[in-house]
């Protein structure tokens, strides 16, 4: 993250980073101390303005996907926007497409989301035309393009909720989310997984690990932040919550 801000600012400045909140102290801590802002899924459009308002040019990371869509979402066009691909000289970037972008987002991804292809979404509209098709924004930028919505999780939960009696919703997002919408609102709407996409490690997240945490962690192996990277974490989240 530092390099490619140090070659992003070398390349002509303006540069806020914007780290999704999901991230480690040291991430959040690089975010702050460049002057940049943390985000969730449901804000980032809102820090994508704070940034825009300040005339500065946005580095996303760690999602490609989120900052694509959010970026376009705000009427940045495809031509300023940038994937900047860590394993490559330079990001894999030119002095050219650096020039002309806008947004730069880290070629990452989460393994849930990048699952849902277009061709999905092309075979519901052929089998079921009158069904609705929402999509998590770290969905691939051709998949959010061809659905007829797209939000984070607190999004699609109220998208759910206020779709009319008797409607299909096709949902791209992880499994358990949409088994559990499937349930609440069943009788009621149509609730089905645009394909089943599990999170092994957020199915580790229950209340029987949580419980074994909080009572046996070994007290030899407490996680401890060191304060000036705590200081310069909280900055990028002090932020956030101030946008």
């Not at 999704?20 to 994508?48: D, L, M, P």
């Not at 797209?150 to 998208?159: D, F, L, M, P, V």
């Not at 992880?174 to 199915?203: D, F, I, W, Y």
């Not at 060191?226 to 989240?237: N, T």
Request: include cysteine.
């Amino acid at each position: 993250m530092e390099r490619a801000l140090r070659q992003l600012h070398a390349a002509g400045g303006g540069w806020l980073p914007v780290v999704y909140v999901n991230s480690t102290a040291e991430v959040k801590a690089c975010c702050g101390r460049w002057g940049g802002s943390t985000c969730t899924s449901s804000n980032a459009a809102r820090v994508f303005e704070w940034a825009f308002r300040q005339s500065k040019r946005v580095l996303f990371l760690p999602d490609e996907h989120l900052g694509v869509n959010t970026a376009h979402d705000l009427g940045v066009p495809d031509a300023e926007i940038a994937v900047y691909d860590g394993r490559q000289p330079d990001g894999g970037l030119t002095a050219e497409t650096l020039g002309r972008a806008r947004v730069v987002a880290w070629k990452g991804f989460c393994i849930v989301h990048v699952a849902f292809t277009p061709e999905q979404v092309q075979e519901v509209r052929r089998l079921m035309p009158e069904a609705r098709i929402i999509v998590h924004p770290e969905s691939p930028r051709e998949v959010v393009r061809l659905s007829d919505a797209h939000g984070s999780t607190a999004q699609i939960i109220q998208y759910v909720a206020a779709a009319p009696n008797g409607a299909t919703i096709m949902v791209g997002t992880e499994l358990n989310l949409v088994q559990r919408l499937a349930g609440q609102h069943a009788g009621r709407v149509t609730v089905k997984a645009l394909r089943p996409s599990v999170c092994a490690n957020m199915a580790k997240t229950n209340e029987a690990n949580l419980l074994d945490v909080l009572e046996n962690w070994p007290a030899d192996r407490a996680i401890r932040v060191p304060a000036a990277v705590a200081a310069e974490a909280r900055a990028s989240l002090e932020r956030m919550l101030a946008v």
